[in-house]
């Protein structure tokens, strides 16, 4: 995590700089500034021009000071809780450590607890679902490093679970026994059952999983692509047959989680910009390693005789992800595409409290007739 902190007195700054040795020996990465006469090197510029340098380049902002301090600097550059840092108050006798934005997806309610415990301080956390100690779906979706849509589908199962009202909860992945309170399995996609509660989430890798009138999405980063393509290939139509690839599956392109393919292609600048397009690792093995993948591939004479193995992308796919393969090569314009599923079973963490269990769900993501797999 990267964090940016200001302080504004000397009383501040000794907090501040406890504040940054401790969160760097825990492997973040620290930046902080005073603005203060007192203080020498002060930022030259104004507690707003300080924001607007660390809003959008930082994972989190930490203010020592008052609340007021940091509420002005920050408050033209609200975004969204999707989009916004975490933001963070702490006074300057370091009695209390206040999450004031993106509590939950910016992650400042877990900072403020980690920095009140550094300071022996009160952490002060308003976000109902934390008062209540029950489950909140943008925290399940980043304590389990998951992309998160339909943002509006989110406030309604955090009001429901608040109300007492019935969430549902279907999965594509196995899921831990048992489910925290106020959520109950379902297995199915119909949402046309007597049953069905108008809210749930759905732990999908699928755009057009949707088995509750109010759906929120949450994408595990969990398909692992194999790629292949003719040496020198353009980016842009690498790039383009991937996406159509991905579409054609109907899967999220948040739901990548790597590339790979031959150590032949291990500096084959397409591979590498389409990785960097996805923010993924680009992994590549040798003819010998793909070859000792377990399973049934597409052969192909033509590779065989170019590479040493009989199938490129399928293989290094399944290598990459340490599951099964999702859905087999497809080629065009000299790119082929393939896709395999990494094992995803998400935690739930302190919301587990409930006795009661769901199945195991193992439902196949590739399927369901709806999802065209």
């Not at 940054?20 to 203080?39: P, T």
């Not at 980690?114 to 956390?125: D, N």
Request: glycine share 8%; net charge negative; with cysteine.
């Amino acid at each position: 995590m990267k964090i940016a902190m200001i302080c504004f007195s000397l009383t501040g700054y000794a907090a501040g700089l406890k504040l940054k040795n401790s969160f760097e020996e825990q492997g973040e990465d620290v930046s902080m500034e005073g603005k203060s006469r007192y203080l020498e090197d002060s930022f030259p510029g104004s507690a707003r021009e300080w924001a607007e340098l660390h809003f959008h380049s930082s994972d989190a902002l930490i203010f020592i000071g008052a609340c007021g301090i940091a509420v002005r600097p920050i408050a033209h550059l609200i975004a969204g809780k999707t989009k916004d840092p975490a933001v963070l108050v702490v006074d300057e006798c370091g009695k209390f450590a206040i999450s004031l934005l993106s509590g939950h997806l910016g992650g400042a309610n877990s900072l403020a607890l980690r920095a009140a415990e550094i300071l022996g301080a009160e952490p002060v956390v308003t976000t109902a679902t934390d008062l209540h100690s029950r489950f909140a779906v943008d925290v399940f979706s980043r304590e389990n490093g998951c992309a998160i849509f339909r943002m509006k589908a989110a406030k309604e199962v955090s009001a429901a679970v608040l109300a007492g009202e019935k969430v549902g909860f279907y999965s594509e992945f196995p899921i831990p026994a048992p489910l925290p309170e106020g959520l109950t399995y379902y297995a199915s996609l119909d949402c046309s059952s007597e049953d069905r509660p108008r809210v749930g989430v759905a732990l999908t890798i699928h755009k057009g999983c949707l088995p509750f009138p109010e759906t929120v999405q949450v994408v595990p980063p969990a398909v692992a692509l194999g790629v292949g393509c003719k040496k020198g290939k353009d980016p842009e139509i690498v790039k383009r047959e991937v996406a159509e690839r991905l579409a054609e599956q109907d899967i999220f392109p948040e739901a990548v989680c790597s590339i790979a393919s031959i150590d032949l292609k291990k500096e084959e600048p397409a591979l590498l910009g389409l990785a960097r397009e996805y923010g993924v690792e680009f992994l590549t093995y040798t003819a010998q390693e793909l070859l000792s993948c377990p399973g049934e591939f597409t052969p192909s004479a033509f590779v065989k005789n170019i590479t040493g193995v009989d199938n490129v992308c399928e293989r290094s796919a399944v290598l990459s992800s340490g599951g099964k393969l999702l859905f087999p090569k497809k080629g065009a314009e000299g790119v082929t595409t393939a896709a395999a599923l990494k094992p995803f079973i998400p935690a739930f963490g302190h919301y587990r409290d409930c006795e009661k269990t769901c199945p195991d769900s193992r439902a196949s993501v590739g399927m369901t007739e709806k999802q065209g797999l």
